[in-house]
């Protein structure tokens, strides 16, 4: 069976960092990404990574702040998150896509989501 599992979500201070882990198991994948989804919006794009040639893509609102990564021996995508502010502050989702779509930013690319972790960057 597929499955994500993030971890590494927890509280800090603005200007703090943390590092979001997604294991992923059951299948490979063309690409993976994160998204995000703070209370009475829309999910939202943060990052994405192709496992062949490791290409990265971020929303202009993280660009210089987080960073996408992978481990391809593990399945494991991991998001490093510095400076980060209170905007931040959301549950973040880990996602797999099978399509080969260069879409990333779209919900709809993603096959396979995880359960999500909360983040939460206090002022």
């Known amino acids: 069976q597929v499955q994500l599992v993030e971890s590494g979500g927890g509280l800090v201070q603005a200007g703090g960092s943390l590092r979001l882990s997604c294991a992923a198991s059951?299948?490979?994948?063309?690409?993976m990404g994160w998204f995000r989804q703070a209370p009475g919006k829309e999910r939202e794009f943060v990052a994405a990574?192709?496992?062949?040639?490791?290409?990265?893509y971020y929303a202009d609102s993280v660009k210089g702040r987080f960073t996408i990564s992978r481990a391809n021996a593990k399945n494991t995508v991991y998001l490093q998150m510095n400076s980060l502010k209170p905007e931040d502050t959301a549950v973040y989702y880990c996602?797999?896509?099978?399509?080969?779509?260069?879409?990333?930013?779209?919900?709809?690319?993603?096959?396979?989501w995880g359960q999500g972790t909360q983040v939460t960057v206090s002022s």
């Open positions: 996602a797999a896509s099978t399509t080969g779509s260069y879409a990333y930013r779209s919900p709809g690319t993603y096959d396979y």
């Open positions: 059951g299948r490979f994948f063309s690409s």
């Open positions: 990574i192709r496992w062949s040639g490791g290409s990265t």
